[in-house]
């Protein structure tokens, strides 16, 4: 695998794994660095009907649910809020408050919400390419999406006033 | 509004390397260590062989089975086609 096919991925696919693991900055690493282990490994089983990055968030998130069905509830004791570690991200640079707003708007969403808001912002992932990700009908994808945004939306502007 | 909101959610999102990628290139199997055990076994045979008619064709004519197999030409022609196969092998599957 080149280095530069890590590099290109290692920011949604690390951010998209921080978020499912609710901030759990170890695991997260953790589970990337085995998303693309596996996804060298297994590179010959790679059709060409997808994107490459589809595939590797189907690992990636393919690892998230093995490692939650095994470790349980016990995951969520080693969470924490993502804002308390933000070194080696850009968080820094936004302004704190609206920082805090996403993060607290994002805190509010279902795991299944904030996980369809990540593949569509962070990777901008198609809605075909999303259904098939998170294994959930197109239509549905589409629905939630736009309801989920709106959510989003309306939490922002009421902080903000 | 909702490109403005995804580009905000991106950058709010986004995470620095910080050798990340240097740890996972490390973690990578090397490409000799990712060959499969038949491919190992077609380079071994094809050694095997490369050796067993160098071994025939360095006794020559001394063998008394015959000149088939005893003669020059057959030995000589398999040694190439072994040493062939033990180069590509080698370039191929490496």
Known sequence: ???????????PLRSYLRQMT??????????????????Y????????????????????????????????????????????????TSMIESSSNRRIMLEQGLQKLETTERELLLLNSVQEFSH????????????????????IKEKMRNFLEESHQ | MDNQFD??????????DNG??????????????GRSKQKNLWIWAGAVAFL????IWSLGGSIPVGNFISGYYLPTAGMLCAT???VTGLFVYR
């Open chain 1, 41 to 88: 490994q297994n590179i010959e089983s790679f059709r060409a009907d997808s994107q490459f990055s589809t595939w590797l968030f189907q690992i990636a998130r393919n690892q998230f649910l093995d490692l939650k069905k095994s470790k349980g509830n016990k995951m969520n004791e080693k969470t924490r809020s993502i804002g308390e570690e933000a070194e080696g």
């Open chain 2, 20 to 33: 990340f990628t240097e740890r996972v290139m490390k973690q990578l199997p090397s490409p000799a260590k």
């Open chain 2, 7 to 16: 580009l905000e959610l991106e950058k709010f999102l986004e995470v620095k």
């Open chain 1, 128 to 147: 075909q390419e999303i259904s098939k990700i998170a294994e959930i009908p197109l239509g549905t994808v589409k629905t939630r999406l736009k309801i």
């Open chain 1, 1 to 11: 695998m080149c280095p530069w096919l890590v590099r290109r991925y290692q920011s």
């Open chain 2, 84 to 86: 062939f196969s033990v």
């Open chain 2, 52 to 55: 067993g008619l160098f071994f």
């Open chain 1, 22 to 39: 609710a901030g759990d900055l170890e695991t997260a690493d953790e589970l990337a660095q085995e998303s693309f282990i596996r996804a």
